[in-house]
């Protein structure tokens, strides 16, 4: 088992180094750079092109990208081309609001989803299926932003129990989970019946009816288990693309997230703040991955003999 | 069914116990506190301000960033030389108590006496030459300053500023935020992220959450007093429609920028006032005159006259914008009332047919991916259709856009925004229409212009001034390179009980005296 993490661990670096190279590269493919965003109106073209040769753009890509790179192995992800600021002090100021918000999103996603998509299957084709199904076509289909507006619109506005915007106090989470929630559950739910469907049907399952164990134990013991490896597979993957900040949802709520930082940096052409986020974020997703990976051994020991093997 | 009942009474209980503490939650945490702030006389005030602009604040450096939500900020930290009145128009002093013109090229400058830094360090002479000087070399400070060649120290509270040659736009320059005064005393003993934060202004640094908000507190030995709100917190609320939502729900006690088919919800509550002020922005039509077929003036002119302003104010603006056109934005002092260009189709499609082109051509526009600049273009694109002009859109996300309609690109029209009268007439002018001029991308060249742009600026005369730009401003217009639309409207929602509220200076706020008496 330790040897699969630390190998998964040690395939990261050359997952980090293509994205690094990758998303460099088409970044400065993008037409403008920088001193075009921050350069004032009444700046002279020799001013920006001052500008540039003192903040090093006018170098070949290539020394551009290794002084980068030199940079990043000795752990510095370099300064904000806007303000001068650390990237990695930015970054980690902003992702305990995007960790809080990818639980709790995951979390509401699990609570409404899980369920709904067991009742599908259990009363599969009748009015409760329908319903579920309804549901999850529904949370799939409802852009976010129209969502959150809607939701600050009754729950802020009309009713005034949840804060509009912001990150500060428990209540402020609820609205934005919801939103991003609503839509994460659809696709779990859909997960979870299909997965169902499939489990509810093995002998095994018909065995321990026969034997007189309650429905109930028959479906959240025997069969949920057995079902999850997919579930928690999807629900891996939406965490994983949380983590990378969900920004209409934080545009709607002014949520600061990362999200926001790392749109905003590629709209002003802030190579470093963009090259910085998503090394930091590959690198989390990846962890996340691997979370997942090691959960399956706890969820079927098939899995973890394997590993062992 | 008693499972049911039971089911149904437990979904109730958690509703009510969610309800109550949400309840709890947001009175502690977001509404603006309506504490017992004393201010100078009995009337208290609602301690904290929240402002939310349509932008975010970026940086503290303020000889550095463009940022107008930045700028308006370091008008709360730090003090200028000189201020623009906005309300009554002209200048008044700052830390400059008085100014005057020794000759053409020396201004001497009074300076105010008993001003602290937010350090407690004394304001003198030494941090207008530091602050001057350091200017020169940086980004955004760089072009306000250049003409000043060096500054004089004649004694702790008089400076002279020696002209490297006649720059009669010079006051208005140091007006602007990023000649806002820093502390020398600062900058040699704090690291330069915190030397940036010591000013003079009647706020200084509290908080900054990047993304997030930024606090700034009252500083209370500010020399023209203390404020009388005690906090003022610039929120970063991306999304307009929730902007506005948050002054409904009193969250926030300002907001900049709502969505304008919302404006109507703001004039109708009794809690909330809408300020619909002319803002600095001349919405123009560029045009890259050194290109065919708009190397000639006929075709220009035809596209001129094919413009209806007022089809631009209702479909754009829904109204909330006065038509223009001026390439002089109507703030300056220097702003001559001018006929320009007024529609006529006929008269287009003759001047068309005269330049040879009786069946149109086709081009391309470009246009940021705002709203407004989008819906500029693809309003002008049925404009030029109805006399035979085929535009083709191409809407590029800023960046993109700003390199491509840069001076000597290759494009052919543009819609684009010009505010930069706020720093004076020949700033307004020079860059964007002088040979060779920083913002000139219409590959505008005129002898005459330069001319006059070069005796206007190194002349004092004022009737001479304005005698010089008047001429130069409709002459400009009428070579229809710069084809103005409209001079747009600032929109703010304020809480109705708000006091302290002026017109902004350009696009850049000033709030150093807002505040919402609470008795």
Redesign the interface.
Known sequence: MIRYVIGRLLMLIPVLIAVSLVVYFIVDL?????V??????????E?KEL?REMMGLNDPFIVRYFRYMQGLLRGDLGKSY????DVFE?YF??LPNTLILAMAGIFVAVVIAVPLGVIGAIHRASWKDAISMIFGLLGLSMPN?WLG?LL??VF??KL?????????????I?LPAITIGTGQAALIMRTTRSSMLEVIRQDYLRTARAKGVPERTVIYKHALRNALIPIVTVMGTQLGVSLGGAVFTE????W?GVG??VV?AI???DIPMVTGCLILTTMLASFLILLVDIAYAFIDPRIKARYTK | MNKTKKNIALLLLVCLVMTVLSGCGQSTSKQSEAGPSEGPEETAYQKTITIAPALDFVSMETQVTTSGTSKTVFLLVFNTLIEQDTERGGLVPSLAESWAAISDTIWELKLRRGVKFHDGADFTAEDVKFTIERGKEQGASKAKLESIERVEIVDDYTVHLIMSKPDADILYKLTDPNCVILSKNAFETLSEEEAYKIGTGPFTYNVWEQGDYLSLLRFDDYWEGPPKTEEIVIRNIPEAASRLIALQTGEIDICISPPQVDLHYIAEDPNLKLLQIPGANNRYIGINSAKAPFNDIRVRQAIAYGMNRKAFIEAVYEGNAAEHNNVMHPGNLFYKEIEGYQYDKEKALELLAEAGYPNGFSATIYSSSGTIQKTVATVMQAQMAEIGIKLDVQSLETATFNATVAPGSDYDMCVNGWGGYVVGPDNALRNMFYTGGNNNNFGFSDEYVDRILDEAVTTSDIETRKKLYGDVQEYITMQAVFLPIAIEMIDVGIKAKLEGFVPPQGSIHKFKNVCIPIN
């Open positions: 993008a037409p403008g750079d920088v075009d965003v921050i350069a004032p109106d009444d700046a002279s073209p001013d500008l806007v303000n001068n600021r930015v100021s902003r932003f507006l600050i619109i802020s506005l005034g129990l949840f804060p509009s915007y912001g990150s500060e106090g428990w209540s402020s609820v545009t709607v709520f002014a600061p926001r930082l905003d709209n002003s052409r």
